[in-house]
């Protein structure tokens, strides 16, 4: 399925992301309540399953809130019109409260501290996020270099690897692997990959010591 990733905390449940996938991997999980979206960026491969929020607005009673950058805000409003209709919203569409973020967003959801991270999705900057010492990073080219202090003491690092080829928006996984050794966390997992990437039988044993590629409903301990 389309990467995405639930983090879970003492009873507060985040999404990063909200792809095509989006109903059939909370169905997969069980996941009954959800607590927020974090959105990395724009493209319908982590966004255009939003309408898929209204079983929890549904059974919460309330809004769905949703962070995301005011571009992706906006590409939001447009795709989703139905959804912000200011007057006659159509009963039953998604309740969805945008909240602003961009790269140096601090805050704090459940009592758990989220920091924004700015990566370069080729020339397009999005966001990853840290959640205390677990980072997690997608569709990235490259980190900008003011943003590496954010990647200071991180024990697990959830990083895209596309596939083995140079590609001009995302990482291959020679880059991939490079970015992990100067990051130099303890352990890192390989996600947002196509299926050029090859078999995991053939991939994995090659990948150096703590790197592991990551899979459909992984479990990676904050």
């Not at 079983?55 to 409003?77: C, G, H, I, T, W």
């Not at 758990?112 to 959640?131: C, T, Y």
């Not at 200071?152 to 991939?176: D, E, F, P, T, W």
Request: glycine share 6%; aromatic share 8%.
């Amino acid at each position: 399925m389309r990467t995405a990733a639930l983090v879970q905390w003492d009873g507060t449940r985040v999404a990063i992301d909200i792809g095509p996938d989006f109903r059939q991997q909370m169905l997969r999980a069980r996941i009954d309540r959800l607590d927020g979206v974090l959105i990395t960026h724009e493209h319908n491969d982590h966004v255009i399953g939003l309408d898929e929020v209204r079983p929890f607005n549904f059974a919460q009673s309330s809004d769905m809130p949703v962070y995301a950058l005011p571009r992706v805000q906006k590409e939001l409003m447009k795709r989703f019109a139905y959804v912000f209709e200011a007057e006659n919203k159509y009963p039953g569409a998604p309740m969805v409260r945008l909240h602003h973020l961009d790269a140096q967003s601090e805050f704090i959801l459940g009592g758990l501290p989220i920091r924004a991270i700015e990566v370069m999705h080729g020339r397009l900057p999005i966001l990853g996020f840290r959640f205390g010492d677990v980072a997690y990073l997608t569709d990235m080219l490259y980190l900008p270099s003011q943003e590496k202090e954010k990647l200071k003491g991180v024990r697990r690092l959830i990083v895209s690897a596309l596939h083995h080829s140079a590609h001009h928006a995302h990482m291959n996984l020679k880059q991939a692997l490079a970015f992990i050794d100067d990051v130099k966390p303890e352990e890192a997992y390989l996600i947002h990959m196509s299926h050029r990437m090859g078999c995991y039988r053939d991939i994995q044993p090659e990948l150096p010591k703590g790197v592991q590629l990551g899979f459909d409903g992984q479990v990676i301990p904050l």
